[in-house]
């Protein structure tokens, strides 16, 4: 589990675009999937 604490995370010009395209089409599953891949797996990388 990650402890609670601020950090910054940079999307690339890719991930702007699939986030701006989930958005549109409001795909729950493909948003849930985004979030655990470009946000999630980012974040626990970080802590190692």
Same mark, same amino acid.
């Given at each position: 589990?990650? $402890?609670? #604490? #601020?950090?910054? %995370? !940079? @999307? =690339? !010009? !890719? =991930? &702007?675009?699939?986030? $701006?395209?989930?958005?549109?089409s !409001?795909?729950g #599953? $493909? *948003? @849930? *999937? @985004? %979030? #655990?891949r470009? &946000?999630?797996?980012?974040? *626990?990388?970080?802590? $190692?």
């Open positions: 589990m990650l $402890e609670i #604490k #601020k950090t910054t %995370l !940079a @999307f =690339d !010009a !890719a =991930d &702007v675009t699939e986030l $701006e395209q989930i958005l549109n !409001a795909d #599953k $493909e *948003a @849930f *999937a @985004f %979030l #655990k470009s &946000v999630y797996d980012r974040m *626990a990388r970080k802590r $190692e």
